[in-house]
């Protein structure tokens, strides 16, 4: 919902929109419709169905499309006035479904969740409570970004499909909408028009820093986008909370850490050998050429766009990160091509992993992912708290989601667990009966326990340690097979939320297993009844 417009600020720079253009987005306390022009952003992915028909009405005999398909290709490309009049009412229908669907899919913010009505057969109502709000990211695909549009995402804790998404909101909709909701969720109360300026003025000088960023004033390149686009420019009626920048990812960095990957050493090794196996052995290398090409172009492909898609995905979320910290939450920035700008509240990450190649060693190079509950798809893009960075940087990123570790050497102890064996720092080691299942890394495992969290590292060629806080311990589980049994070891598994962290000890002395297992419950019973899901922002305390 957008207010009336405001006159400029006395003193404002030359360069700032006038009065008439300048605007005030407010989150809809009633409810609200998505942008008019959701259905044609929904709707381009048909474009990709045309292009398939094309590719295989004209792609060469040797690429062995299925030969009934062509047929059917070739019936409906045979008349170009056909296939486009064709195209247009496949456009068209797929536009005006999403038309339909936009007539009933609107939205609210209240004071305890945001609310969503949908459907047009079956009518679904659904509400995302903002004392289980677990991350909200605003998200640009390529096509959106260009218009000034975007996607709220709410995550919230729960089974599949509990979070909303509203797809699409103008770019300072959808930031008014956020501000709106962290805010509420974070314990302060919705700034009021007698009030708004003391809340501000209350939030910003709670920051110490002195890099606080006014999120009512858009980033340069939003605005720019905006002035291309024509769209009005203005700023959030509840602006973001204040910021701090603690690390970013330079593109140099990313670019090598992507060029050090297995994958990667892989495209270039197997080129090498297939050549030096041409050269000492007696092959013909037009067989070799024969055999490649004679290959189904729909066989060889999905195998192609698998190995490059992992390595876009690496580069897409890697793309631009930066991480700061704001009293409503951890702010994670990143993204090529699809803009991702993630809100991710204090004590909501469920566990992180710390993992290093054998070929990032020599840079002692870091990278950093989470579980956060509610997050269900996406998990490459939701999921990375550091995609590369220094050992500083990844001590850093633990900082941020659990700023208390509950040890008085906390450095040394995390250091230790990234790269120690045995038992040092207290660590409880593999017994030596554990070379027989693990004969390299045996040494390298090992337990520990301190009053906020339970660490778990393995891994000698390539690294990785875990660390779960103990309030958010799923539960706990014992396994031992034939030979562990015969062996006196046991497997330590913490569940926690799904996501790509699995905090596992593997061949653990048995005692040390069922010590651990008590132990650990009763960290984890007494965390929970420490902690404070709601309202964060006095938990850390920065209060009203």
Do not use: C
């Amino acid at each position: 919902m957008t207010g009336e417009p405001e006159a400029a600020t006395p003193g404002a720079p030359e360069h700032a929109a006038p009065a008439s253009r300048r605007t005030v987005y407010r989150a809809p306390r009633e409810w609200h419709r998505l942008h008019p022009i959701s259905p044609l952003l929904g709707g381009w992915a048909v474009l990709g169905v045309v292009g398939s028909v094309m590719l295989y009405n004209y792609a060469p005999s040797w690429s062995g499309p299925d030969e009934y398909a062509v047929e059917i290709a070739h019936a409906l490309t045979s008349s170009i006035g056909w296939f486009a009049l064709g195209a247009f009412v496949i456009l068209g229908v797929t536009i005006g479904f999403g038309y339909l669907q936009w007539r009933v899919n609107q939205y609210r913010l209240g004071d305890e969740a945001v609310h969503q009505r949908k459907g047009i057969v079956f009518r679904q109502q659904r509400q995302a409570r903002l004392d289980r709000l677990q991350a909200v990211d605003v998200v640009q695909p390529l096509l959106a970004r260009i218009f000034g549009f975007a996607v709220l995402r709410i995550e919230v804790a729960g089974g599949e499909n509990s979070g909303i998404a509203l797809e699409y909101l103008r770019l300072g909709d959808a930031e008014a909408m956020r501000n709106e909701l962290l805010a509420l969720a974070a314990g302060v109360k919705r700034a009021k028009a007698a009030g708004k300026e003391a809340t501000v003025d209350a939030i910003a000088a709670q920051s110490e820093t002195g890099h606080a960023a006014d999120a009512g004033v858009a980033y340069a390149g939003e605005a720019s986008l905006r002035d291309i686009a024509g769209m009005p420019q203005g700023e959030a009626e509840t602006p973001a909370a204040p910021e701090r920048e603690v690390y970013a990812v330079p593109l140099s960095r990313l670019a090598l850490s992507i060029v050090l990957s297995g994958p990667f050493i892989f495209i270039v090794t197997v080129p090498a050998l297939v050549g030096i196996a041409v050269l000492a052995l007696p092959i013909d290398l037009g067989d070799i050429l024969a055999v490649t090409v004679g290959a189904s172009l729909f066989t060889v492909l999905p195998a192609a766009f698998a190995l490059l898609g992992y390595f876009w995905s690496r580069f897409n979320s890697g793309f631009g990160f930066k991480a700061a910290l704001s009293p409503d939450g951890i702010r994670l920035r990143h993204g090529a091509l699809e803009t991702r700008r993630q809100t991710v509240p204090p004590g909501r990450v469920q566990a992180v992993r710390f993992h290093q190649t054998l070929l990032w060693r020599h840079k002692d190079w870091w990278r950093v992912t989470i579980n956060v509950a509610g997050y269900q798809d996406d998990q490459e893009n939701v999921s990375t708290l550091l995609p590369v960075g220094s050992r500083q940087d990844a001590l850093t990123a633990l900082w941020l989601v659990l700023p208390d570790l509950g040890d008085p050497d906390p450095a040394g102890t995390v250091s230790t667990a990234l790269s120690g064996s045995g038992d040092e720092h207290g660590f409880i080691p593999s017994p030596r009966r554990a070379r027989l299942f693990d004969p390299i890394q045996w040494r390298q495992r090992g337990v520990r326990a301190t009053d906020r969290a339970l660490l778990i590292r393995r891994g000698r060629l390539s690294r990785e340690m875990f660390v779960v806080p103990h309030e958010r311990t799923q539960s706990l589980q014992l396994q031992q097979g034939a030979l562990q049994r015969r062996r006196g070891l046991a497997t330590f598994v913490v569940h926690s939320t799904n996501g790509p962290v699995k905090p596992v000890a593997e061949h653990l002395d048995v005692d040390d297993a069922l010590a651990l297992l008590d132990s650990q419950a009763q960290r984890a019973a007494e965390g929970r009844r420490r902690q404070t899901p709601e309202q964060w922002m006095s938990a850390v305390g920065i209060r009203e």
